[in-house]
């Protein structure tokens, strides 16, 4: 399912994870200043936010978000 | 209305945020080029395959390595229709590649006395590793120090032309709809090849873009019915890779529905660790046999094999503890694997010094025609740089710069926005997931046939006419997956028109041509945007050129002949028929 969870406690709202998502899924909330996941349907569940994201705060499952067409 | 951007006098502008692209932005400032612009619709080196590139480069050791060799099998991957001057310039400068990105910083592994260590992995030549993301946060932070201004966020969506010559390039910002017109004397594209948004999590933004754009400004492109590699393989029911090289290293084993490790009868000696190509066909082949699923057992691992996945890829290997297929250091369950949805490069056609057939356009890494580029991160870098250079050097021919034609940046922001109008229009979602219908089945473009695809055209067509024209877009996210469904529809056409055109089996198997034709088919077919429709001719590979040579026979493809030798098929009136 993605990036599953974005830790409102923990995020500090740098918003490393919004510039480096390559699929466009995160938005910064710019009154309270957290990430939050706004195009779930379009993550790639690469973990590159969880990755990246310095405070720990984000939380990834590798499972397909959409309908996964495949070979068979 | 939005805010237009206009960013002008540019030198060299690079579309793409990968190694290919940053190495041509960093070799035009180093040739001279005082405004050098990247440009990426996701963040510079932070997109596409690069940094997600699994550890692995395939460079040439002048000491160790026997050149010819290499060239031979880079040629045969490609069905020999490689362009083997290229071929073999990229080996060539791929040692020096090497060492000058170790000298920029990036963290290879090194032998205890500090050189870089090649180790065995998939291929005849071992390989050179690096960890993970450093390689592209290295390259991008180099970049900016040299003073290329990156410009992230921004997707392209069309090329400036006066006349044929391409005189910069327009797109739109994701986060604030902004559109931007970016004027440069010359532009390199750099944007990957595509795997229709099939498995493979970190691949999903490269959605041929780069093809798109060049094909409607008037391009030639071609190799889109071959490629060195035809797809990949992964864990089917998961967002995890790759990291196969690794797996079947420590000796994963494939298991078909019977239980039969089958890849013993297709390829005795390597087995699971045969060619990428090889597995692919074969898993296609016992699709078609009704014997899927098919799983990779790794189970009789032990601890220390698992631990030492964990050193070379993490990532995967706390996505396996996520969903419980590893505990405690062992894998605890099957893991069902698949070939990946189909490659496609329909490339941009290029010649020895990296430029296409419009004038002001350049191109390298999986954005060039494949028998010109190889797959991978060494021949990414080797040919950005020679694109940035070249491309410099044009900036600095007279007479070569012009201004875009009147009109031209009107019409492509309303063409680049039209998806925005559309209230009543279709979800870029469901023209996506309609074209992966058509293009993702195994029997369609792995395992090919001239019926099954002349029916997959027309349903390509279906979509082109009557879902890609009513696309919308609620927002400049949306928008962009818009232009990703319209540009993926337009590659699929360009593939299985191209792959209808090679009557023959090379680097995919035909079963309606079973044979390598070795003597009408070494030919590359270029691509063209007709005055109405698609244009396709056949020219001729110049192999008598090159240092590896052929011979000029028609033979039943090895593949075949073996799924004859096993009985599995046989052949009625020059095709195939399965028993």
Known sequence: ?72 | MKREVRIKDIDVLVIGGGLAGTYAAIKAKEGGASKVVQVDKGHVGKSGNSCFGAGVMHVFFPEQDDLEDRIRRLARSLGYIAQQDLIQEYLEDSFEILNEMDTLGVDFVKTAEGEIERRPGRGYYPIVMFRGFQLMDAMSRVARKRGVEQVNKVMMTGLLTSDERVVGAVGFNLLDGDFYVFESHATVVATGSTWYKGLLPGQRDCTGDGYAIAYRAGAFLSGAEVNDQLTNLMPARYDIGPGMNKYVGEGGIFLNSKGERFMEHYNPRLKERAGLRILATVFSIEAKRGNTPIYMDMTHFAPEQVRRLKEVLPLAMKMFERVGIVESDRFVKLVEWMPCAPVARPGLAVNSRFETSLPGLYVCGEAAAPQAVVTGLASAATSGAKAGKYATEYTAQEGTRASPVPGQVAELREYTFKPLQMKDGIEPDQVLLALQEVVIPYNVLLLRDGERMRAAVQEVEDIRDNQVPFLAAYDPHYLRMAHEARNLTLVAEIQMRAALFRTESRTALREDYPYTDNKEWLQWILVKRGDKNMELKPEPVPIEKYPIQVQRSKTLHHLWQTAQNRGIVTLEGGKVKWV
Request: aromatic share 6%; proline share 4%; with cysteine.
């Open chain 1, 1 to 72: 399912m993605g990036v599953r969870r974005i830790d409102v406690r923990l995020c500090n709202g740098c918003g490393i994870c919004i510039d480096h998502c390559p699929m466009d899924v995160l938005r910064l909330d710019h009154t309270r200043m957290k990430a939050y996941i706004k195009y779930i349907r379009d993550c790639q569940s690469c973990f590159l936010c969880e990755t990246e994201c310095p405070q720990g705060a984000i939380y990834c499952l590798p499972l397909h978000e959409r309908r996964m067409v495949t070979a068979w």
